[in-house]
């Protein structure tokens, strides 16, 4: 079960790619049979420009390149004192080599050389190259101005910079008709790169020196107004400045950290003594005042408690044997109540005290803390001035290091100038060419075939696509995709020659599994192509080779068929699918034996509603059994619905296709058209051909 969707993914990948490789195939076998319809104009193109490449070599001066070659290094070489040399990336390299080329390319180099090699006002220049030297002025220019316009235009056009590969290396070649100037031109060009990159370096020294004494300046008075600003604010703080120009930072014992550092001790002690005091303040407001561990730990109150206890003790024995009303009993309650009253009021002393101590712990670290938050705010206060002395100490020391860095780098520069190599550097001199180097025969002539290749291939597809007109069985399958059966010669007003047909009747009889088909429609894509004569022609053939055959008249709109077999126009196909008469009754035999006609008859109104009807397809059941085949003579395709109707009933269909006439869109509509409406379509007869084409070829297929 696993492989089956692999398996079934594979076949139905196999049909998509042999459909594409057929394709592939057709569009290869189309193409090459086009060109070799159209060789001849393949072979004259290509003669064509071999023979204008070989007048071109012929007549072309002989050049002479001569080739010099410089080193471009990363760095200046031999710099004084220079340090280790930074290796550049891939992409500034790049950079680097481009612009170099650009350089040599311009005209302030261009007009350099013409100076150095005094090439304006001699004529040897010119006649090296090939020119004529400037005799007047022009446009307001002197003749001194339009010729030297002229050699440095010369100069740039004739010269050929190149980067061999990934190297540092440049490769300066110019080319004349004289191999000295040459020479001498392109070593004229390495000098001048040389001379102009050491003058940009001795130029950019100068520049980089008097911009750096510019910000040695701005740095000197950037550092002086930094430590005039450090050493006011220190000054207002009261923070010494060290030799250095920096602040003091460092907190004096005794200061506003250690303080505060105390007080927060103490403001924790305070808390802790506010919690316990709250807690038995707490404590003894909710509760009872002989419960409290104070009143009970108290030594007068315990004396008191003893005391009332004592007298409770003699108050219950007095009860015991007097009555309340006695007097020693009033007495005792007496002294029980005076030494209740005497707790309550103890209780109520002990009470009060701690609701005493808990406000004065909650006072004192009230106290603390406003002391604390006092000593903060002195603190932030401190903070802040400390950081602002921090930030104008390291202002002086990034200025100090950024006036001791420009220093140093304008020693070094000061110390280096007129010492430092350019970083261009000579590596071979131009030797004056021995052989020329254009025209190249071979070269030449090559591009010369592959551009007649190239012209011929083009006219053969432009006379191709432009020049459509059917005129070949190759043309056919082409256009349209359809097998040529057959070809039939034009002959003007004489009918075609009977043996013509013979073939096409043969070929007629392998159209199908079964042999001759048993019916066959017979129409056009346009009308006067030859479909009728066409049909009349088969139909004798057909009968010449044995067969019995039924021509039916089914072009109701224009028939043909009894004239042709000069016949009186007698009942024919629409009275038997109208029902006023048999097939039996309209079969006429026509005198040609085997041949027999079922003409049109009377012209209906509407022959596509009259042959879109069941009636047809029980004609056709009816009479093939007693003929070989039935062919029908059908309208043209394009125009009307009849052939289309009729395409669907028969069981082939045969095209009659006019030599020259028919053009593949037309036909290739009528075609689609036919086979859209169930027509099958065997192949196509080319009548009225004309010229060459009649000419069988074996490589072309017939």
Same mark, same amino acid.
């Given at each position: 079960?696993?492989?089956?969707?692999?398996?079934?993914?594979?076949?139905?990948?196999?049909?998509?790619?042999?459909?594409?490789?057929?394709?592939?195939?057709?569009?290869?076998?189309?193409?090459?049979?086009?060109?070799?319809?159209?060789?001849?104009?393949?072979?004259?193109?290509?003669?064509?420009?071999?023979?204008?490449?070989?007048?071109?070599?012929?007549?072309?001066?002989?050049?002479?390149?001569?080739?010099?070659?410089?080193?471009?290094?990363?760095?200046?070489?031999?710099?004084?004192?220079?340090?280790?040399?930074?290796?550049?990336?891939?992409?500034?390299?790049?950079?680097?080599?481009?612009?170099?080329?650009?350089?040599?390319?311009?005209?302030?180099?261009?007009?350099?050389?013409?100076?150095?090699?005094?090439?304006?006002?001699?004529?040897?220049?010119?006649?090296?190259?090939?020119?004529?030297?400037?005799?007047?002025?022009?446009?307001?220019?002197?003749?001194?101005?339009?010729?030297?316009?002229?050699?440095?235009?010369?100069?740039?056009?004739?010269?050929?910079?190149?980067?061999?590969?990934?190297?540092?290396?440049?490769?300066?070649?110019?080319?004349?008709?004289?191999?000295?100037?040459?020479?001498?031109?392109?070593?004229?060009?390495?000098?001048?790169?040389?001379?102009?990159?050491?003058?940009?370096?001795?130029?950019?020294?100068?520049?980089?020196?008097?911009?750096?004494?510019?910000? !040695?300046?701005?740095?000197?008075?950037?550092?002086?107004?930094?430590?005039?600003?450090?050493?006011?604010?220190?000054?207002?703080?009261?923070?010494?400045?060290?030799?250095?120009?920096?602040?003091?930072?460092?907190?004096?014992?005794?200061?506003?950290?250690?303080?505060?550092?105390?007080?927060?001790?103490?403001?924790?002690?305070?808390?802790?003594?506010?919690?316990?005091?709250?807690?038995?303040?707490?404590?003894?407001?909710?509760?009872?005042?002989?419960?409290?561990?104070?009143?009970?730990?108290?030594?007068?109150?315990?004396?008191?408690?003893?005391?009332?206890?004592?007298?409770?003790?003699?108050?219950?024995?007095?009860?015991?044997?007097?009555?309340?009303?006695?007097?020693?009993?009033?007495?005792?309650?007496?002294?029980?109540?005076?030494?209740?009253?005497?707790?309550?009021? *103890?209780?109520?002393?002990?009470?009060?005290? *701690?609701?005493?101590?808990?406000?004065?712990?909650?006072?004192?670290?009230?106290?603390?803390?406003?002391?604390?938050?006092?000593?903060?705010?002195?603190?932030?206060?401190?903070?802040?001035?400390?950081?602002?002395?921090?930030?104008?100490?390291?202002?002086?020391?990034?200025?100090?290091?950024?006036?001791?860095?420009? @220093?140093?780098?304008?020693?070094?520069?000061?110390?280096?100038?007129?010492?430092?190599?350019?970083?261009?550097?000579? @590596?071979?001199?131009?030797?004056?060419?021995?052989?020329?180097?254009?025209?190249?025969?071979?070269?030449?002539?090559?591009?010369?075939?592959?551009?007649?290749?190239?012209?011929?291939?083009?006219?053969?597809?432009?006379?191709?696509?432009?020049?459509?007109?059917?005129?070949?069985?190759?043309?056919?399958?082409?256009?349209?995709?359809?097998?040529?059966?057959?070809?039939?010669?034009?002959?003007?007003?004489?009918?075609?020659?009977?043996?013509?047909?013979?073939?096409?009747?043969?070929?007629?009889?392998?159209?199908?599994?079964?042999?001759?088909?048993?019916?066959?429609?017979?129409?056009?894509?346009?009308?006067?192509?030859?479909?009728?004569?066409?049909?009349?022609?088969?139909?004798?053939?057909?009968?010449? !080779?044995?067969?019995?055959?039924?021509?039916?008249?089914?072009?109701?709109?224009?028939?043909?068929?009894?004239?042709?077999?000069?016949?009186?126009?007698?009942?024919?196909?629409?009275?038997?699918?109208?029902?006023?008469?048999?097939?039996?009754?309209?079969?006429?035999?026509?005198?040609?034996?085997?041949?027999?006609?079922?003409?049109?008859?009377?012209?209906?109104?509407?022959?596509?509603? @009259?042959?879109?009807?069941?009636?047809?397809?029980?004609?056709?059941?009816?009479?093939?059994?007693?003929?070989?085949?039935?062919?029908?003579?059908?309208?043209?395709?394009?125009?009307?619905?009849?052939?289309?109707?009729?395409?669907?009933?028969?069981?082939?269909?045969?095209?009659?296709?006019?030599?020259?006439?028919?053009?593949?869109?037309?036909?290739?509509?009528?075609?689609?058209?036919?086979?859209?409406?169930?027509?099958?379509?065997?192949?196509?007869?080319?009548?009225?051909?004309?010229?060459?084409?009649?000419?069988?070829?074996?490589?072309?297929?017939?």
């Amino acid at each position: 079960m696993r492989s089956a969707a692999p398996l079934l993914d594979r076949d139905e990948l196999e049909p998509s790619a042999t459909r594409w490789n057929a394709r592939v195939a057709r569009f290869v076998g189309r193409s090459w049979a086009v060109i070799r319809r159209h060789r001849i104009i393949l072979f004259v193109a290509m003669a064509l420009c071999l023979l204008g490449g070989a007048l071109l070599i012929l007549m072309a001066t002989p050049d002479y390149r001569a080739t010099a070659s410089v080193e471009v290094q990363d760095v200046p070489a031999g710099a004084a004192g220079a340090g280790p040399a930074q290796r550049m990336s891939a992409s500034d390299t790049e950079t680097l080599m481009q612009t170099q080329l650009e350089v040599l390319r311009s005209r302030a180099l261009a007009e350099d050389v013409a100076r150095d090699l005094a090439l304006v006002g001699t004529p040897t220049f010119f006649d090296g190259m090939g020119e004529k030297r400037p005799a007047d002025g022009k446009g307001g220019q002197s003749q001194r101005q339009v010729e030297q316009a002229r050699v440095v235009d010369l100069l740039r056009s004739h010269l050929e910079v190149r980067l061999p590969g990934k190297s540092r290396i440049l490769e300066i070649s110019f080319v004349s008709a004289n191999p000295v100037l040459s020479a001498r031109v392109a070593n004229s060009y390495a000098d001048s790169l040389i001379r102009a990159d050491l003058k940009r370096g001795f130029d950019a020294g100068v520049q980089a020196r008097r911009f750096l004494l510019g910000e !040695l300046d701005g740095a000197r008075r950037d550092l002086e107004r930094a430590e005039r600003d450090l050493a006011t604010y220190a000054a207002h703080s009261g923070r010494p400045v060290s030799e250095g120009g920096a602040a003091t930072l460092a907190a004096p014992e005794g200061s506003t950290a250690a303080r505060l550092a105390q007080l927060n001790a103490f403001r924790a002690q305070a808390t802790a003594e506010r919690i316990a005091a709250q807690k038995r303040w707490e404590s003894a407001r909710g509760a009872s005042a002989d419960s409290l561990p104070d009143v009970l730990n108290n030594g007068a109150m315990q004396q008191i408690v003893a005391d009332r206890a004592q007298a409770r003790a003699q108050v219950a024995e007095e009860r015991q044997f007097r009555k309340d009303a006695h007097p020693e009993m009033r007495e005792a309650r007496a002294r029980l109540a005076a030494l209740d009253e005497q707790a309550d009021a *103890m209780a109520e002393t002990i009470r009060s005290s *701690m609701r005493a101590q808990y406000d004065v712990a909650v006072r004192g670290e009230q106290q603390i803390d406003r002391e604390i938050a006092k000593i903060e705010d002195q603190a932030r206060t401190e903070q802040g001035r400390d950081v602002q002395l921090g930030i104008m100490g390291r202002s002086v020391d990034t200025y100090r290091m950024l006036h001791d860095s420009l @220093l140093q780098r304008y020693r070094d520069m000061a110390s280096q100038a007129g010492f430092q190599a350019g970083r261009i550097q000579p @590596l071979d001199r131009a030797a004056v060419p021995e052989r020329p180097f254009s025209p190249k025969v071979g070269e030449t002539l090559a591009l010369a075939a592959l551009a007649g290749l190239a012209l011929g291939l083009l006219l053969i597809g432009a006379r191709h696509v432009f020049d459509d007109a059917v005129t070949s069985g190759d043309t056919l399958g082409e256009r349209v995709g359809l097998p040529l059966i057959g070809a039939v010669p034009a002959t003007g007003d004489n009918p075609p020659p009977p043996d013509i047909f013979r073939p096409i009747a043969a070929s007629l009889q392998l159209a199908t599994a079964d042999g001759l088909p048993r019916s066959i429609l017979v129409t056009s894509a346009q009308e006067g192509e030859g479909k009728s004569l066409t049909l009349h022609a088969l139909a004798l053939a057909l009968a010449g !080779l044995g067969k019995r055959v039924l021509v039916v008249d089914g072009d109701m709109r224009r028939p043909v068929q009894h004239r042709l077999f000069r016949l009186p126009a007698t009942a024919g196909i629409s009275e038997v699918l109208t029902g006023q008469a048999s097939a039996a009754q309209a079969i006429v035999e026509t005198g040609e034996a085997g041949v027999s006609l079922l003409s049109c008859g009377a012209m209906p109104p509407n022959p596509a509603e @009259l042959l879109a009807t069941g009636a047809f397809d029980a004609l056709l059941a009816e009479v093939q059994d007693r003929y070989d085949s039935v062919l029908i003579d059908a309208p043209p395709i394009l125009g009307v619905n009849d052939a289309l109707l009729l395409s669907a009933k028969a069981q082939v269909s045969l095209l009659v296709v006019e030599w020259g006439r028919n053009h593949h869109g037309g036909l290739r509509t009528a075609v689609e058209r036919l086979r859209r409406a169930g027509g099958r379509i065997i192949g196509a007869i080319l009548t009225k051909q004309q010229g060459r084409s009649l000419d069988y070829d074996y490589h072309r297929g017939g």
